[in-house]
């Protein structure tokens, strides 16, 4: 009778015990090839015998194998190609598995995704940008090729949008203003590429947490570093040589780092081309840096502190010129951003800052230097009041110091009859520190009174502080969007935006105290399309009035000391007004492309003149055709097409010789009346991607100006004006590039 029970009790320690002795556990890890990234719900069969194991969370699985022989592992996820491993038994260790993508698609991570419904935004996939010919890579240089943006020349290094002056643009980093975006020479962005998560390109019509330009914004949102080990990405091609790494800093990875540098050898490479260096004379240089950590502190929404850095010099000489040109410029930055989490889904953004600013300009016996130091603070709290109304005000403050010295010719002294033979001879001195300080107030909301319909107000109240200067404003600004039809959206913008003049033309010394704020009154229309075929296109028309710009003067004022030159004036005044087009196609895994076109006209003039002059950037047409296809084996080839009308210059019709100056005086024509030949240049870039196991290969070519197009940047005439002589633009240029991922 007692038997039963304990029979029971040995049948189920035996169930429950150890597994048979001719079967043990295989454990692994599936990810994926390159990136070696888990793929959690991969699958991992033994074939033959139905044993089947889902990965977990970190790619991991355990799956029961026969203790001896030799068996088939199959590994497979959806998205990536199958594979098969042949496993002798018994094995000890963990099983790797690294599957590749079954397709050759484009990355889905978005550039210039919407913060709020800003009148011009563009959404570009991470692969579009990073692989336009003749970008090498930076997706930052796309912006270069977008409706609206004329070419700033090899020499610009800045956007020039919708008829203003590059350095009218904004460029933006985290929500804080740096100098510059771009290297000299049409260089690479002064940011890695693989730090940046996120660009917003405004041309016209932006919000009013942005201030201080007169012209379009172009603000870069930097990422959060991966966590999950340590990254290495090194990349070399003809113009530098860049290393950027992240990982975590603590062992669960919730704090991270990134860190990059950057170092440009084209200066050395073109050296080692004598003519076709002293053909075109530029020899650039520069570097960058950025480094990045991201914490958790409670109560916020996490926190982060960011340095960096660029530095640059440009020479230009060597040719049969009157004068040498020189060019320099750094500057260095560090950010602290935090968000607190307030009640009701508020939030409140918190961004000090710190910056060191160089810049000097030189050409001839003349210069000017600048150093500024600065310190600034940036607040903004966002509130959802209700499901139809969202809101948001800020504060924008900054302190600057700025150093200057200025070297140049003397002018002749005012209401006294010049003496030539020591005007030329004379350099003027002058330094002098000033204090500067910067204040704004500025709110905006957006109001939804139906799902179809978006309005979103704003002000924003400026206040400059220069020496003893005050200058202020207030600028209202107004957006519209209504989704019209599901195919549809239409959209309009309004503004007014002001900046303060550069601190020289403002100082005792070199400028006029007395100078206002340049004012830029800006309107702009259009419409989105959502068409067949993957196919998306933007119409829009701008107009853009400037006025109370700053120009020379050789006006004489009448102040305590009796006579002065004025030096500067508000006096300039332009307009701006055209049509933009971007049509825009991508075929994921296989194509795209899209057509940029601008039609335009920019013009400058005097206050109180009749007589209206071309702007030195007015381009009529400005084309850009672009296309790029996946062929076979991981291999990308695509081209790049730029059309722009000529800049205009002014023509001399001949000179005088002044033997008290000794030298020519010119006869200048009509301002402007005369343009450079129409540029045009074609691109081609050739990609193929290798993926290994533990790491990836990309290898490009860049074949800039494949037909060799002598484009003509500007004209230099000789010394007495009857020979003109062109400078030109990059010659044929082919740049090899290889990128490896670890």
């Known amino acids: 009778m007692m038997l039963g029970p304990a029979f029971l009790v040995l049948w189920i320690f035996a169930q429950s015990g150890p597994a048979p002795a001719g079967v043990r556990d295989l454990s692994g890890v599936v990810r994926e090839a390159g990136t070696r990234a888990p793929i959690p719900g991969a699958s991992v069969v ?130 804080r203003s740096i100098p510059v975006l771009y290297h000299f020479a049409d260089g690479p962005t002064v940011l890695n590429s693989d730090l940046i998560d996120h660009l917003r390109f405004m041309p016209g019509g932006f919000p009013p947490e942005y201030g201080r330009t007169t012209s379009g914004v172009i603000e870069v949102r930097s990422r959060k570093g991966q966590g999950d080990r340590l990254h290495v990405t090194a990349k070399a091609d003809v113009f530098d040589l860049s290393v950027f790494s992240e990982g975590p800093i603590t062992a669960d990875g919730t704090s991270t780092f990134m860190a990059g540098i950057r170092r440009s050898h084209l200066d050395a490479l073109l050296s080692a081309f004598s003519d076709e260096a002293a053909r075109f004379s530029v020899l650039p240089r520069y570097y960058d840096y950025q480094l990045k950590a991201d914490f958790p502190i409670p109560g916020t929404r996490g926190a982060s502190v960011f340095a960096m850095g660029s530095d640059d010099e440009v020479a230009v000489g060597g040719l049969p010129l009157r004068q040498q040109l ?21 939030a409140l953004s918190l961004k000090p800052s710190i910056g060191y600013d160089y810049a000097r300009n030189a050409r001839d016996v003349s210069a000017v230097s600048a150093v500024t130091l600065m ?17 948001a005000a800020g504060l924008d403050v900054s302190v600057k110091r700025y150093d200057f010295r200025l070297v140049s010719k003397r002018d002749p002294d005012v209401g006294l009859f010049p003496t030539p033979a020591d005007i030329y001879a004379v350099r003027l001195e002058q330094e002098g520190i000033a204090w500067g300080r ?73 400028g006029n105290p007395a100078l206002g704020l340049e004012r830029s009154d800006q309107v702009g229309a259009g419409a989105e399309f959502s068409l067949p075929w993957g196919i998306e296109a933007d119409v829009q028309v701008f107009n853009k009035w400037l006025d109370d710009i700053v120009v020379r003067s050789n006006d004489a004022v009448e102040t305590g000391g009796g006579l002065s030159r004025q ?96 030298r020519y005086s010119p006869f200048w024509g009509d301002r402007r009346s005369e343009r450079l030949p129409t540029y045009h240049q074609l691109d081609l870039r050739l990609e193929k991607s290798f993926v290994f196991d533990r790491w990836l290969l990309n290898m490009y070519v860049d074949l800039m100006n494949v037909y060799n197009q002598r484009n003509y940047e500007y004209y230099m005439y000789d010394y007495d004006y009857t020979h003109i002589v062109p400078i030109e633009g990059l010659p044929f240029l082919p740049s090899l590039g290889v990128i490896g991922r670890f």
């Open 375 to 391: 310190t600034g603070f940036l607040a903004e709290v966002e509130v959802p009041a209700t499901d139809w109304l969202d809101v």
């Open 46 to 175: 033994v074939v033959g015998t139905g044993a089947s194991a889902e990965c977990r969370t970190d790619g991991s699985f355990s799956i029961a194998a026969p203790a001896s022989g030799v068996i088939m592992l199959r590994a497979a996820a959806a998205g990536f190609e199958t594979v098969d491993r042949e496993i002798a038994l018994p094995h000890h260790g963990r099983l790797d598995f690294f599957l590749r993508r079954a397709g050759e698609g484009f990355e889905t991570v978005v550039s210039g995704k919407r913060k709020k419904e800003d009148q011009f935004e563009k959404n570009l996939a991470a692969e579009e940008v990073r692989g336009i010919p003749g970008t090498l890579g930076d997706p930052l240089r796309s912006v270069q090729n977008l409706p609206g943006v004329a070419r700033a020349g090899y020499l610009g290094g800045a956007i020039a949008v919708r008829g203003s002056n590059p350095t009218d643009t904004g460029f933006y980093v985290d929500g």
């Open 567 to 662: 030096r500067y004036s508000n006096e300039g005044t332009g307009r701006s007004y055209g049509l933009e087009v971007f049509v825009h196609h991508r075929s994921p895994g296989k194509s795209f492309g899209w057509v940029a076109y601008t039609l335009s006209k920019s013009e400058r003039g005097q206050s109180g003149g009749e007589d209206m002059y071309p702007f030195w950037l007015d381009q009529t047409h400005v084309l850009n055709v672009i296309f790029s296809r996946h062929v076979a084996w991981g291999v990308f080839a695509g081209f790049r097409f730029r059309l722009t009308t000529g800049n205009p210059y002014t023509p001399a019709s001949g000179s005088l010789f002044d033997a008290d100056a000794n």
């Open 326 to 346: 020189a060019f320099s410029s750094d500057f260095h930055r560090l950010f602290f951003d935090t968000t607190l989490n307030l009640p009701k889904g508020a």
């Open 438 to 510: 910067d204040g704004a107030l500025y709110t905006r909301g957006e109001f939804r009174p139906m799902p179809s319909v978006s309005l979103i107000p704003g002000v924003r109240l400026d206040g400059y502080w220069f020496e003893d200067v005050y200058l202020g404003g207030v600028d209202p600004r107004f957006q519209a969007r209504w989704r019209a039809v599901s195919w549809m959206t239409l959209k309009a913008a309004w503004g007014v935006y002001r900046a303060m003049p550069q601190p020289v033309e403002l100082s005792k010394e070199a």
